[in-house]
């Protein structure tokens, strides 16, 4: 199972539906869930993986609080998590890169989610036995792919170090203003998260040939310490996981994004 790839394509999932130790799991409402769902998947709502301190969203749950979660949902460390979720992979790659931040070594998201999974009119189900509740122990093991503010601000200017904005280029210029200033970190440059997403093909990935053109037309190189981010590191998960996908080694997520840095009254802003 740990030879899975990060991204998983729908016919491979069905394949492996019935093999151990893979824990597929959904991240929308359950409401949603239980009107129909992949066979075998547990239902961990997004809420359950992000913290919220208004103004600042998106923001990661004590160990504690991930401990209680993920236990209950059966996680052991020897588990092969494949997340998806039915918005075009914001909320799986959101648990990819909680996961990754553990240090659990073995992680997939579906290749389109739900939609890639229902356009093949692969089999639903609408009952679940629940999962056998674990006794997970969750510790931050790769602080390395998070970006607090701190650490953004002792980086810019750094000629390796570049934020990457996943937000609407409104958003990113400053006229669509959703927290105390408008604006984008200083040197960001701007790629919106639905530019990598293919609506032809069910949601999926664009080809990879067109996601690296794209990068490196905007200067998004391997050799960059990158750091994603959007309002609360939602949307900029999906682009994290691209990045990972695409075999980038230095590639970082910012819990609360622009929540955290729009909202501080300290930090440098540019439009």
């Not at 990457?164 to 960001?188: M, V």
């Not at 999926?204 to 960059?224: C, H, M, Q, S, Y």
């Amino acid at each position: 199972m740990s030879t899975l790839p990060l991204l998983l394509e729908p016919a491979e999932l069905h394949a492996r539906l019935q093999h151990a130790p893979l824990l597929l799991v959904d991240l929308r409402n359950p409401e949603n869930y239980a009107q129909g769902h992949i066979p075998g998947a547990v239902n961990l709502p997004y809420s359950a993986i992000i913290r919220t301190a208004p103004p600042v969203g998106g923001l990661l749950p004590s160990s504690v609080e991930l401990s209680q979660r993920l236990s209950a949902i059966g996680l052991t460390p020897t588990h092969h998590v494949v997340a998806y979720d039915s918005e075009g992979g914001g909320r799986s790659g959101r648990l990819l890169w909680t996961l990754q931040a553990l240090g659990h070594p073995h992680c997939s998201v579906l290749n389109g989610g739900l939609a890639a999974w229902m356009d093949e009119q692969r089999p639903l189900e609408t009952t679940s036995a629940g999962p056998q509740p674990s006794d997970y122990h969750a510790q931050w093991h790769c602080p390395e792919v998070i970006a607090e503010r701190d650490y953004i601000q002792s980086r810019l200017g750094a000629a390796d170090f570049l934020p990457l904005d996943c937000r609407s280029p409104a958003e990113y210029a400053g006229q669509d203003i959703r927290a105390a200033r408008g604006g984008h970190i200083p040197g960001a440059v701007n790629l919106n998260w639905l530019e990598c997403i293919d609506e032809n093909r069910a949601l999926r990935f664009k080809p990879e040939a067109d996601l690296r053109r794209t990068l490196e037309t905007l200067g998004v190189t391997p050799d960059k310490d990158i750091v994603v981010y959007c309002q609360t590191h939602h949307r900029s998960s999906h682009t994290y996981t691209v990045l990972k996908y695409l075999g980038y080694p230095r590639v970082r997520g910012y819990p609360g994004s622009w929540s955290d840095w729009g909202n501080a009254s300290d930090t440098p802003i540019a439009t």
